[in-house]
Every structure is written in structure tokens, then in C-alpha cells.
């Protein structure tokens, strides 16, 4: 029997949180200041121009747009477009392993990851 979705799936960093917690026994709030300390660390590296590697798991890196000025073909007006920054946001290797491969975790997926 197939069963149809009607919603897609979706979690949210407060049910991550909660997991880890729980399965840590740690506070929640703990474990939420934790998480959104590093994503603040990593949005403050890649807003000053550092590539941030999250190994095997994850790469953000900045680029540079460069500005430009084009005329409008609707109302012939110029218009300056400036420079801009550009985030690429790659998934590593042992991320896509570990979604495509449900028998086992890569133990690529990132440095703390045991080995076995």
C-alpha cells in the first residue's frame, strides 16, 4: 500500500535540539545556545570572507559578485547594480554517502564521527 504525503517532511532546529538533548541529557536551552552560537560563528567567518569547511558535511564559501550597470529595455533608464556577495553552499561526501546508503553511517561524514 502506498501511502501519499500531503505535507512535505520538515524538521526545525528547536526538534533538533530537543533530540540531542534528550538523547545527551542535557538542558534544552543548553543545547540551543550551542547551536545557534556556531551558526553565528560560521555566518560572522563567512560574512568576512573566510571559506568555512565543515569537514565531509558541509562547505560555505563567499564569492564575489562584481557590480555592473545595464540601461532598461522597459523605460531606457541606467541602472548600477553593486558589487555583492554570493554564497556557494556545497554538501560533502559524506553527507551524500550517508542519505544515499541507509545500512550504514560513513564514517567520512564529519571528524567526530568514530571510527570502526
Given amino acids: 500500500m502506498v501511502v501519499e504525503r500531503k505535507k512535505d517532511l520538515t524538521v526545525d532546529q528547536k526538534t533538533v535540539a530537543k533530540i540531542v538533548a534528550s538523547r545527551l541529557g542535557l538542558d534544552v536551552k543548553t543545547v540551543e545556545s550551542v ?34 550597470n545595464f540601461t532598461s529595455a522597459i523605460n531606457g533608464e541606467d541602472y548600477e547594480i553593486p558589487n555583492r556577495v554570493k554564497i556557494a553552499i556545497r554538501i560533502g561526501e559524506g553527507f551524500k554517502s550517508y542519505v544515499n546508503d541507509n545500512s550504514k553511517m560513513a564514517n567520512r561524514l564529519c571528524r567526530f564521527v568514530e571510527q570502526k
Avoid: A, D, H, I
Fill in 35 to 68: 547551536v545557534e552560537l556556531e551558526q553565528k560563528t560560521t555566518m560572522s567567518y563567512v560574512k568576512r570572507g573566510f571559506k568555512v569547511t565543515k569537514k565531509n558535511y558541509l562547505v560555505m564559501e563567499p564569492k564575489l559578485m562584481k557590480g555592473y
